[in-house]
């Protein structure tokens, strides 16, 4: 083989060997924060409308305090593709929410879920530093309006296993 052929397959090589591995760091976002379990504080404003929701109210009511880890069970996977695990580390009085999933978006954004299968709560975020911050929103399986609340996700170290 002569050595500019030589060559050029070697600059293809390395090209496809870099572009693979840029691709596998944008596919994992941040670094290493995809691969790790990260907790928050979950900060959670007042909803706007103001509803009395009687026993309804429970399904509103974020966790306190979430752990997100990758998704090693795959409980998300077959709702949610690329989700991670979100489990409560403290609840909020009150909250039927113990486990969501958290799915990254493109811009630095992200969406977390605490479900029934039916109503819940998302939050819409994006990244401000190592903080997330943005809007709660209500959703229901019946006729009801939707409520808002400004909420923000604080970084803070995880409980030690």
Request: proline letters at 6%.
């Amino acid at each position: 083989m002569n050595s500019k052929r030589s060559t050029a397959i070697r600059s293809a090589q390395l090209g496809v060997i870099t572009a693979l591995s840029i691709s596998a760091s944008v596919g994992a976002g941040a670094g290493s924060t995809q691969r790790r379990t990260q907790c928050y504080d979950i900060d959670l404003g007042a909803w706007a409308p103001r509803m009395k929701l009687g026993e309804d109210s429970a399904l509103i009511l974020p966790p306190r305090r979430i752990s997100v880890a990758p998704n090693e069970t795959g409980a998300w996977r077959p709702i949610v593709e690329f989700a991670r695990d979100v489990r409560a580390i403290e609840n909020r009085p009150g909250s039927k929410h113990h486990r969501g999933y958290w799915r990254t978006l493109p811009d630095d954004s992200a969406e977390v879920v605490f479900t029934t299968g039916f109503s819940g709560v998302r939050l819409s975020v994006h990244r401000v530093g190592a903080n997330w911050r943005g809007v709660g929103e209500t959703f229901w399986d019946f006729d009801r309006p939707t409520q808002r609340a400004q909420v923000a996700l604080v970084y803070t170290t995880c409980p030690s296993k």
